[in-house]
C-alpha cells in the first residue's frame, strides 16, 4: 500500500510540475544563501509540503541543494519517507513530539558532516497550524546556519479537511514559489528569546506566503 501511494504521489507531483505555470519571489536571496553558508534550513508550514518539498529537489537552485527532512518515526510517516528517499532526499525520522532531540543531533550531523540542508515542518507533524515550534531554530543555532521560510500559493487548488488544511494545486493551474527573509539565530539564546525568535518566524512564514499569493494576482 504504501508503494502504491508513493507512486500516486510522484505521479501527481511530476503533473504538476510539468502541466502547472510557476512563478518565483525571492529565490534569488535563497540561492545566494546556500551558496554562502553550503547549507541551510528551509522551513515550511505543514499544508505547504508537496510543492515546497518537490521544488528543493528541483533544478531551480543553483548551486545545487543537498536536501533533507525531519520525518515523523510514527507509521504515518512511513510513507513520507518512501516518497522522500525515492527522490534521493537524506531523511531523519524524528518530530517535535517525539524523539525531538535525537532527531536535531542527527539533522546537525547531516547538515555538518554532508552539507544537507535540512527542511522542517516547524507546526508538523500534527499541529496546531502556523504554530512555529523551537526545532528548526534550535537545529540552525546548533548548525550556525540560516533558516529560511519557504511557502506557495496555488489557483486552482485543493483544500484538504485535514488537521493542516493541505493544499494540492489543480494541473493546468498557477503555483507561486516564494522563499522569505532569513532568520540568523544567535549561538546563545534563552528560553524568552527563543520564544521571541518563534513568534518573529512565525510572522516572517506569513509574510512570504503573502508574496506568493500576491505574485498570483498580477
Known amino acids: 500500500m504504501y ?3 508513493v507512486g500516486v504521489a510522484m505521479l501527481v ?4 510540475f510539468l502541466t502547472c505555470r510557476f512563478r518565483y519571489v525571492g529565490i534569488d536571496r535563497f540561492r545566494k544563501r546556500v551558496e554562502e553558508h553550503g547549507a541551510v534550513v528551509p522551513v515550511c508550514w505543514h499544508q505547504h509540503l508537496l510543492i515546497c518539498a518537490r521544488f528543493l529537489v528541483s533544478r531551480h537552485i543553483s548551486p545545487p541543494l543537498k536536501p533533507g527532512f525531519m520525518i515523523s518515526p510514527s507509521v504515518d510517516g512511513e510513507a513520507p519517507t518512501m516518497l522522500a528517499q525515492a527522490y534521493g532526499v537524506h531523511v531523519v525520522r524524528g518530530s517535535s513530539t517525539y524523539s525531538g532531540m535525537r532527531a536535531v543531533r542527527g539533522i546537525k550531523q547531516a547538515i555538518e558532516k554532508e552539507g544537507i540542508s535540512a527542511a522542517v515542518t516547524p507546526d508538523g507533524p500534527k499541529g496546531p497550524r502556523f504554530r512555529f515550534k523551537a526545532g528548526a531554530i534550535f537545529t540552525a543555532r546548533v548548525a550556525g546556519k540560516p533558516v529560511i521560510p519557504l511557502a506557495f500559493a ?3 487548488a485543493w483544500v484538504l479537511k485535514t488537521w493542516d488544511k493541505f493544499v494540492i494545486p489543480v494541473p493546468f493551474g498557477r503555483i507561486c514559489i516564494a522563499a522569505g527573509e532569513p532568520f540568523y539565530p544567535p549561538r546563545d539564546m534563552t528560553d524568552e528569546e ?3 525568535a518563534q513568534v518573529e518566524m512565525e510572522r516572517r512564514m506569513l509574510e512570504t506566503y503573502r ?3 500576491d505574485a498570483l494576482k498580477r
Not at 13 to 16: D, Q, R, T
Open 3 to 5: 508503494r502504491i501511494a
Open 211 to 213: 508574496l506568493a499569493a
Open 194 to 196: 527563543m520564544e521571541q
Open 13 to 16: 507531483l511530476e503533473i504538476l
Open 154 to 156: 496555488a489557483r486552482p
